[in-house]
Antibody, heavy 114, light 110 residues
Framework: EVQLVESGGGLVKPGGSLRLSCAAS????????MNWVRQAPGKGLEWVSS????????YYADSVKGRFTISRDNAKNSLYLQMNSLRAEDTAVYYC???????WGKGTTVTVSS | QSVLTQPPSVSAAPGQKVTISCSGS????????VSWYQQLPGTAPKLLIY???KRPSGIPDRFSGSKSGTSATLGITGLQTGDEADYYC???????????FGTGTKVTVL
């Protein structure tokens, strides 16, 4: 079964850091680009970041550029999102999504609040 | 704020048809494939349509997609109560955020 499972969400104070992980199974992880997409409470989808299969190409939304870092470990079938200098507006459910965005995890919730 | 504009809501009776528009520009829809996603309440998004009009395995042919110029359209025929969800278009953009989603449309079955 093709599956993505996110972890690492939680409550963090403004200015703090958090590292999200996404474990992939059921497909050849190393062959596909991967993405992080987030959804603030009651809001629409927002693409956050993408990384190519070999990590050669990395892209970020302007809203997170310079604060978030995407990475992957193909040997561990895992995707990561290091989030620094977190702000209240980063509060959202963070989804890991892969391939042609046809595979999505269930999401992990990040809450930035004092 | 998204660069892809969708109507906030559409509605129809069971068995009827609805269409959802997605309006963009030459930097996104005009030069890239469009995908459509369905998000049922409390769940993760699900890919419905990719490359403008292709359906992944398991997606019924009641769902269809089309693109013309800088706009795209999702059609749902034979509307069912289980189709009540938020629907988003998405595509790559060469000028702003590399990938953009539409503003989202809530489908209500009357």
């Amino acid at each position: 079964e093709v599956q993505l499972v996110e972890s690492g969400g939680g409550l963090v104070k403004p200015g703090g850091s958090l590292r999200l992980s996404c474990a992939a199974s059921g497909f050849t992880f190393s062959s596909y680009s991967m993405n992080w997409v987030r959804q603030a409470p009651g809001k629409g989808l927002e693409w956050v970041s993408s990384i190519s299969s070999s990590s050669s190409y990395i892209y970020y939304a302007d809203s997170v550029k310079g604060r978030f870092t995407i990475s992957r470990d193909n040997a561990k079938n895992s995707l990561y999102l290091q989030m620094n200098s977190l702000r209240a507006e980063d509060t959202a459910v963070y989804y890991c999504a892969g391939r042609i965005l046809d595979v999505w995890g269930k999401g992990t919730t990040v809450t930035v609040s004092s | 704020q998204s660069v892809l504009t969708q109507p906030p809501s559409v509605s129809a009776a069971p068995g009827q048809k609805v269409t959802i528009s997605c309006s963009g520009s030459s930097s996104n829809i005009g030069n890239n494939y469009v995908s459509w996603y369905q998000q049922l309440p409390g769940t993760a998004p699900k890919l419905l349509i990719y490359e403008n009009n292709k359906r992944p395995s398991g997606i019924p042919d009641r769902f269809s997609g089309s693109k013309s110029g800088t706009s795209a359209t999702l059609g749902i025929t034979g509307l069912q109560t289980g189709d009540e969800a938020d629907y988003y278009c998405g595509t790559w953009d060469s000028s702003l955020s590399p990938y953009v989603f539409g503003t989202g449309t809530k489908v209500t079955v009357l």
